[in-house]
């Protein structure tokens, strides 16, 4: 198994092991109570084979989760974590990020969690680049509450909430993450282990708020939500796998590509029609984010035809706790006693002394 590159500055604070870790170290003793189908086993298989890669002690992991069905993820996973409140998660691991540099936090949250609820919350932990890594596993629909429609449940999507059809135009996770300036946009599909591990893998070694969207199956309530991009026969014509430096093309013969029109529009095209030189080069590392952007809004919304999967962003900034860290040197190097003010705050006469 590949090691991440521990000179990564997300993981550098964080204590190593030079004990060998296997998946079976993150499994808990808890019994595993998701729906029999469920995309959500191959994600947290996915997570607990990664994971040793990183050789961060499993006492340094912490993950925290929101409400719902993807929020179970804590108690199977054999770190410290925290089962938080609906659509809060992202807020509760800012605190905890911020002032443990020492822990790899993690986020796992569902589309309705993380877009309806706690919309804010997610969008503003991405503008602040918080060093957290965000798994929104996306079912386009309410699973724990027994199929609703979801904040990226398709145009005219009928369901127990709306039985003939929603008029709601739904979220784009990759969208709103690149139009937050997260630092790091990916999305990747629950079924696919090896694009999964490549995905997270990446995740875990970036500096700053990392969004990850999966791609996952609610065999219950929204059953084939995803069938296209996954079944053999149509998957190599509508999914865009998206590589560094490499050209767009896809199509089981790579007969189809990606170019950029004149008048500024991304398009998919025939590769027949156009020279090699006319298509667009995938660049992950590009500060601007608006081809990232008009990538993220190719696929349709419902057929899912050209859907682009991969690292649609991974850009360098500072993330919030550093800087926070940073400021806080700063202003204690110049005389200031910041640490004996809070600790006098905390100890106050407006507090309590908790016993037994």
Not at 127 to 147: A, D, H, M, P, W
Not at 235 to 254: M, V, Y
Not at 286 to 313: K, M, N, Y
């Amino acid at each position: 198994m590949s090691t991440v590159d521990l000179n990564f500055p997300s993981l550098i604070d964080v204590p190593k092991t030079d004990e060998p870790l296997k998946a079976k170290d993150f499994k808990s003793d808890q019994e595993v109570r998701w729906c029999p189908g469920c995309g959500d086993y191959a994600i947290l298989a996915a997570v607990q084979g990664f994971l040793p890669s990183l050789g961060v002690r499993r006492e340094n992991i912490v993950f925290v989760s929101g409400i719902g069905c993807s929020s179970r993820f804590p108690y199977y996973m054999n770190t410290y974590g925290m089962h938080s409140i609906h659509g809060r998660a992202p807020a509760i691991a800012t605190g905890l990020s911020v002032t443990r540099p020492d822990l790899s936090v993690w986020v796992v949250t569902g589309d309705g969690d993380a877009l309806s609820i706690g919309g804010n919350h997610l969008i503003h932990a991405l503008r602040r680049n918080v060093n957290l890594k965000i798994l929104l596993f996306n079912n386009r629909i309410y699973g724990l509450t027994k199929g609703q429609y979801s904040p990226t449940s398709e145009l005219g999507k009928v369901t127990k909430s709306t039985p003939v059809g929603s008029l709601d135009y739904p979220f784009d996770p990759v969208s709103l993450a690149l139009g937050a300036e997260a630092t790091f946009v990916a999305r990747t599909i629950d079924s696919d282990r090896k694009h999964l591990t490549e995905v997270l893998k990446a995740a875990a070694a970036h500096e700053g708020s990392a969004l990850v969207e999966i791609y996952q199956n609610c065999n219950i309530f929204n059953d084939g939500a995803f069938e296209q991009l996954k079944d053999r026969q149509t998957a190599a014509d509508n999914l865009i796998r998206l590589e560094h430096t490499q050209p767009i093309r896809f199509g089981s013969e790579s007969q189809f590509g990606v170019i950029r029109r004149q008048d500024g529009i991304i398009s998919v095209v025939d590769c027949a029609d156009v020279n090699e030189s006319d298509l667009l080069v995938h660049d992950a590392h590009a500060v601007d984010p608006g081809v990232a952007f008009a990538l993220s809004r190719l696929a349709d919304q419902v057929s899912l035809a050209h859907t682009p999967i991969g690292v649609f962003r991974d850009v360098h900034r500072p993330s919030y706790d550093r800087l926070a860290r940073e400021q806080l040197a700063q202003a204690q190097s110049h005389g200031g006693s910041g640490d004996d003010e809070l600790q006098s705050l905390l100890e106050g006469k407006d507090s309590w002394v908790v016993t037994d």
